[in-house]
């Protein structure tokens, strides 16, 4: 009677084992319908991406897009082959916003400032400028100690108007190479009442920036294909930097597995989860450094940025077209206080 029992037992066990392993495997399968084009690498992922959210193209056919930056109810970004800044409104779609006469290769990163002007990291121009409310340009920084800075890649603002930018040399023809370099470095620079100042040249590829929700700290992507890392700093009231530690890096965390360029651009969200672009898509990073998943886009990524009313929306820039995805978290937000729309140029 006892072994009866217990050989009923076991049967029932083995079909229930049964039943649940077919219950992950739906599970699994429907998972992996929902997130089309999701690389999950994390469980907590789902607390970033929705399911059944998918990737929207937005244009397409523009060039080499980078540096996206939303404000007054449309998303400014630029091309940087024809030298020109556009603006997408969801009404209106996509119409040219400033046409920039730059030389070389054009605009990359750009950032609002707290009274709402456009301010522009001349790539190829080597120096950083700021669109005025009647058009001019003003130029806020192009040397460093006597010397041209290489080639202002990406920009973010604290919130007090601490400008923060990187230098690396992706705009010479050469790059470390070419013969018009005249910085022996990659800087991570601070522009401040008038003045430049050198934080860091440790990194040799330093490329997108974003800082944490509190501004605590300054996270800096070093885009070097041998060691695609971010390191983070801590920021010091009077905006500089502490020395720099590791907080992530692609090789070891397994993200850079999906091939090219790694560290692009950069942005954090309220909770303080990174957003990495890359040539395989957008790479979702916790606040506490955790590779969480990659949402893979056609092409490559080269920026991105928050908008709609919520910040809820990431505009995505690639080297051909402009894509938006939702998400469940807020980005942080990079206009602070209620600045005055800028007049076109």
Same mark, same amino acid.
């Given at each position: 009677?006892?072994?009866?029992s217990?050989?009923t037992r076991?049967?029932?066990?083995?079909?229930l084992?049964?039943?649940?392993?077919?219950?992950v495997a739906c599970?699994?399968?429907?998972?992996s319908?929902?997130?089309?084009?999701?690389?999950q690498?994390d469980?907590?992922?789902?607390n970033?991406?929705?399911?059944?959210t998918?990737?929207?193209?937005?244009?397409?056919g523009?060039?080499?897009?980078?540096?996206p930056v939303?404000?007054?109810?449309h998303?400014?970004?630029?091309?940087?082959?024809?030298?020109?800044?556009y603006?997408?409104?969801?009404?209106?779609g996509?119409?040219?916003?400033?046409?920039?006469?730059?030389?070389?290769t054009?605009p990359?990163?750009?950032?609002?400032?707290?009274e709402?002007r456009?301010?522009?990291?001349?790539?190829?121009?080597?120096?950083v400028?700021r669109?005025?409310k009647?058009?001019?340009l003003?130029?806020?920084?192009?040397?460093?100690?006597?010397?041209r800075?290489?080639?202002?890649?990406?920009?973010?603002y604290?919130?007090?108007?601490?400008?923060y930018?990187?230098d690396?040399?992706f705009g010479?023809?050469?790059k470390?190479a070419?013969?018009?370099k005249?910085l022996?470095f990659s %800087? &991570?620079?601070?522009f =401040?009442d008038?003045?430049l100042? $050198?934080? !860091?040249?440790?990194?040799s590829?330093?490329?997108?920036l974003?800082?944490?929700p509190?501004?605590?700290?300054?996270?800096?992507?070093d885009d070097?294909p041998?060691q695609?890392?971010?390191?983070?700093?801590?920021?010091?009231?009077?905006?500089?930097?502490?020395?720099?530690?590791l907080?992530f890096n692609?090789?070891?965390?397994g993200a850079?597995?999906l091939g090219?360029h790694?560290?692009?651009?950069?942005?954090?969200?309220?909770?303080?989860?990174?957003?990495?672009?890359?040539?395989? %898509? &957008?790479?979702?990073? =916790?606040?506490?450094?955790?590779y $969480?998943? !990659?949402?893979?886009?056609?092409e490559?990524?080269?920026?991105i940025?928050w908008?709609?009313d919520d910040h809820?929306?990431?505009y995505i820039?690639?080297?051909?077209?402009l894509?938006?995805?939702?998400?469940k978290?807020?980005g942080r937000r990079?206009i602070p206080?209620n600045p005055v729309?800028?007049?076109g140029?």
């Amino acid at each position: 009677m006892y072994s009866n029992s217990a050989a009923t037992r076991s049967a029932q066990n083995i079909f229930l084992a049964g039943l649940l392993l077919l219950q992950v495997a739906c599970d699994q399968n429907k998972r992996s319908s929902e997130m089309e084009g999701v690389v999950q690498a994390d469980p907590e992922l789902v607390n970033i991406l929705e399911n059944g959210t998918r990737l929207e193209k937005l244009a397409s056919g523009i060039g080499l897009l980078e540096g996206p930056v939303w404000g007054f109810g449309h998303l400014l970004f630029s091309e940087m082959r024809s030298h020109v800044i556009y603006q997408w409104h969801p009404a209106s779609g996509l119409s040219k916003f400033y046409e920039t006469g730059f030389t070389r290769t054009g605009p990359n990163g750009l950032a609002f400032d707290n009274e709402g002007r456009l301010t522009i990291c001349e790539h190829g121009n080597r120096r950083v400028s700021r669109l005025e409310k009647d058009g001019s340009l003003t130029v806020l920084a192009d040397s460093y100690n006597g010397k041209r800075l290489n080639s202002p890649n990406d920009l973010v603002y604290r919130s007090d108007g601490f400008l923060y930018f990187t230098d690396p040399p992706f705009g010479l023809k050469g790059k470390y190479a070419d013969p018009q370099k005249e910085l022996p470095f990659s %800087g &991570i620079f601070l522009f =401040s009442d008038g003045k430049l100042q $050198l934080l !860091t040249d440790e990194l040799s590829a330093p490329n997108g920036l974003t800082f944490s929700p509190d501004e605590h700290y300054l996270f800096v992507g070093d885009d070097n294909p041998q060691q695609p890392v971010i390191h983070r700093y801590q920021v010091k009231a009077n905006g500089t930097l502490s020395r720099g530690e590791l907080f992530f890096n692609a090789r070891s965390a397994g993200a850079s597995s999906l091939g090219g360029h790694i560290i692009d651009g950069m942005k954090s969200d309220i909770q303080g989860n990174l957003y990495a672009t890359a040539s395989s %898509g &957008i790479i979702f990073i =916790s606040a506490t450094g955790k590779y $969480l998943g !990659t949402l893979q886009v056609p092409e490559e990524t080269t920026n991105i940025a928050w908008g709609e009313d919520d910040h809820k929306t990431l505009y995505i820039t690639g080297t051909r077209s402009l894509y938006r995805i939702r998400l469940k978290i807020p980005g942080r937000r990079t206009i602070p206080g209620n600045p005055v729309p800028p007049a076109g140029p």
